[in-house]
C-alpha cells in the first residue's frame, strides 16, 4: 500500500499526461453508448475482430511450425495448434453469433477477474478521490460475470450490452481519474 509521499509523486507522475485519461474516457464512454445501442452489430463485429486475431495467430503459428521443424522438431503438434487456431478463427467469422454463446462463458471467467483486481486496485489506491469509481467497476464487473453464467445461453445475445455498459463504466472511471488528478487531490 502506498504511502501520502508515495500517492502525491503518483499524482505528480499522472498529471504530465492527465490529458490521455480524459481522451480515452470519452473515447471509451462513446464506444460504450455505441454497443449499447447496437447489440447485436456490436457482437457480431466482437466475434469478427476477435476471429482476425486468432485467424492471425494461426498463420503465425503456421509460419512458425516450419522454424520448429528445423530447429525442435515439433512440426506436427505445430501445424496442429495452427489447423486449431484457423478453425477457430472460421468460425467465429461463420457463426458469430453461436460463437458469442461459447466466448460469453469466457468472458464471464474475465470479467469476474478483472473485477476482482479492480477493487483491489481500488483498496491500494483509497485515499485518491476517483478510487471509488474503479471500485464501482470492479463490483458491475463481478456482477456482469455472474449475470452471463446465470443467463446463458441467452448471454451470447445480449454480449454487445454487456461490452457496452463495461465500456461506458470505464470510460466514466478514466474520466473521475483525470478530475481526481487534476484538482491533485488527496483524500486525508
Known amino acids: 500500500m502506498l504511502d501520502n509521499n508515495q500517492y502525491t509523486d503518483l499524482i505528480q507522475k499522472l ?38 486475431f486468432v485467424i492471425a495467430a494461426g498463420l503465425i503459428q503456421l509460419g512458425h511450425s516450419f522454424y520448429a521443424k528445423q530447429t525442435t522438431g515439433v512440426f506436427l503438434l505445430s501445424v496442429l495448434w495452427s489447423v486449431i487456431y484457423l478453425v477457430a478463427g472460421i468460425c467465429l467469422f461463420l457463426l458469430p453469433l453461436e460463437s458469442a454463446l461459447y466466448l460469453a462463458f469466457i468472458l464471464a471467467i474475465f470479467l469476474i477477474a478483472f473485477g476482482v483486481s479492480r477493487i483491489i486496485y481500488s483498496y491500494q489506491l483509497r485515499k485518491m478521490v476517483g478510487s471509488p469509481w474503479i471500485f464501482l467497476t470492479g463490483i458491475i464487473n463481478i456482477l456482469f460475470g455472474i449475470f452471463i453464467l446465470a443467463a446463458s445461453p441467452v448471454s451470447g445475445i445480449v454480449f454487445g450490452v454487456i461490452m457496452g455498459i463495461d465500456l461506458l463504466m470505464q470510460g466514466i472511471s478514466f474520466i473521475m481519474v483525470y478530475v481526481a488528478i487534476r484538482k491533485d487531490s488527496l483524500k486525508a
Do not use: D, E, K
Not at 480515452?24 to 482476425?52: C, P, Q, R
Open 15 to 52: 498529471q504530465v499526461n492527465r490529458i490521455w485519461f480524459l481522451v480515452l474516457g470519452v473515447l471509451l464512454v462513446i464506444g460504450g453508448l455505441f454497443a449499447l445501442s447496437y447489440t447485436i452489430i456490436a457482437t457480431v463485429v466482437a466475434m469478427y475482430f476477435i476471429g482476425g
